[in-house]
């Protein structure tokens, strides 16, 4: 199995200005597994713990109690050397270094990925680009000399640099306007389909799941409420899963 989540529970410690500290419970026993090739997606209210939930996958947290394996190790495993997987987050501002250019942020992913020659750094880093739909011209630009469409652009290339089998994809396209979105969807549906990509793909969006997605989980209440198959999704059971539905159809 490429992804299990087994069991997995998560809160944090929020501080009050006049009263001692409390823990949040925020992932209540999370159990799911994604498969090799598999795309699932994670349908949830805003603040209902997604973004915590991948960042435990992709070991930026660790888990209280339960465990995440992937391809068998431990996230919590510090030998177990590069993670066969990528995250993409919603805001391509944060999440680029503003004082490394275009080429530098590429490259620091590359080496991440295992030792390349410096001769061979900059046609690997053209070869992302190009990958992603971005000229080699851009290689010197900061962050801020980027359209937000190029900037997410340079984040996917930076997650494909140490070519992962699966990529956590955090609401990618929230932050752009509708037509850089369909831009970057069909960039993101041919990755997958060319690379053999799996996707995590969390959405606040049901008809974005159902369209790159073989399976989508409905998350609530700090936990998944129903797993269902995206061919089968009329017939979801959840309250919850089911007002998803209704309000789309
Ligand atoms: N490092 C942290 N320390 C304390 N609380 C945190 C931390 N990270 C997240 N939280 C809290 O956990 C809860 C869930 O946040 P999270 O960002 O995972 O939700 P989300 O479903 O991704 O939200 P959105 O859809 O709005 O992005 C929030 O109440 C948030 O304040």
């Known amino acids: 199995m490429l992804l299990s ?27 799911f597994q994604l498969a090799q090739g598999e795309s699932i997606g994670l349908l949830g209210e805003s603040g209902s713990g997604k973004s915590t939930l991948a960042n435990l996958i992709c070991g930026l947290e660790y888990p209280d109690s339960g465990q995440i394996l992937i391809n068998g190790q431990s996230t919590t495993d510090k030998k177990s050397g590069k993670k066969p997987l990528s995250i993409v987050f919603q805001d391509y501002t944060t999440s680029i270094n503003p004082t490394m250019n275009v080429k ?7 080496l991440l990925g295992g030792y390349i020659p410096r001769a061979q750094l900059q046609d690997q880093v053209s070869a992302l680009l190009d990958r992603v739909g971005l000229s080699p011209k851009l290689m010197n630009r900061y962050i801020h000399e980027l359209s937000g469409g190029q900037a997410q652009r340079v984040c996917i290339s930076r997650a494909l640099a ?16 509708v037509p850089t979105q369909v831009k970057i ?7 997958k389909d060319d ?14 799941v159902c369209y790159f997605c073989e399976s989508v989980l409905f998350f609530q209440q700090k936990t998944i409420v129903e797993r269902c ?9 959840h309250p919850y899963a089911q007002s998803l539905l209704n309000a789309v159809i």
Request: glycine share 0%; charged share 20%.
């Open 162 to 177: 140490t070519c992962p089998s699966l990529i956590v994809l955090d609401e990618p396209v929230s932050s752009l306007d």
């Open 229 to 237: 198959q995206t061919a089968d999704i009329a017939k979801v059971k």
């Open 185 to 191: 969807l069909d960039l993101l549906e041919k990755l």
């Open 195 to 208: 690379l053999q990509l799996s996707y995590f793909f969390i959405t606040h969006d049901l008809q974005l």
């Open 104 to 110: 530098q942020v590429i490259a620091e992913s590359l």
């Open 5 to 31: 989540v087994e069991h997995v529970s998560k809160s944090f410690s929020h501080k009050h200005a006049f009263s001692a500290s409390h823990r949040h419970l925020i992932i209540d026993d999370v159990s």
